[in-house]
C-alpha cells in the first residue's frame, strides 16, 4: 500500500486546516495509518495514529486536543483536523502506515510517501 498526503497550505495562527491521506493498493484496512511531520531542522515526529478495526486514535503530547484523526475505509483515505493552528505547527506533513514500540511510533515500510507542506503565520 502507498499513501499519499495532501491538503497543505497556507493558514494564519488560529485557523484550521484538514489533511487528506490517499492510499493506492491492497490491504488498507489491514494498517494502521499515522501522521508524523518535519519541520525545518528538525526530526520528524509522531503527530497522530489510528488503527485499523476499531479505529483508536493516538496523538502527540504537543496536540493537546487540537487534531483530529479519522479514516473512512471505504474511500481509503485518512484525515487529518487541525484547528487552533500555531506557528510551530509549520511542518511538512506525511502519512505512512506505522506501528508502535517501545520505541514510539515508526513507519512500517522503508519509504515515505509525498508530504504536504503547512505554513502557519503568525
Known amino acids: 500500500v502507498q499513501l499519499q498526503a495532501s491538503g497543505g497550505g497556507l493558514v494564519q495562527a488560529g485557523g484550521s486546516r484538514r489533511l487528506s491521506c490517499s492510499a493506492s493498493?491492497?490491504?488498507?484496512?489491514?494498517?494502521?495509518v499515522a501522521w508524523f511531520r518535519q519541520a525545518p531542522g528538525k526530526a520528524r515526529e509522531f503527530v497522530s495514529a489510528?488503527?485499523?478495526?476499531?479505529?483508536?486514535?493516538y496523538y502527540g503530547d504537543f496536540v493537546k486536543g487540537r487534531f483530529t484523526i479519522s479514516r473512512d475505509n471505504d474511500k481509503k483515505m485518512v484525515y487529518l483536523q487541525m484547528n487552533s493552528l500555531q506557528p510551530e505547527d509549520t511542518a511538512v506533513y506525511y502519512c505512512a502506515p506505522a506501528f508502535i514500540n517501545e520505541a514510539g511510533w515508526g513507519r512500517l515500510f522503508d519509504y515515505w510517501g509525498q508530504g504536504t507542506q503547512v505554513t502557519v503565520s503568525s
Open positions: 489510528i488503527k485499523y478495526g476499531v479505529g483508536t486514535t
Open positions: 493498493g491492497r490491504a488498507f484496512n489491514s494498517y494502521t
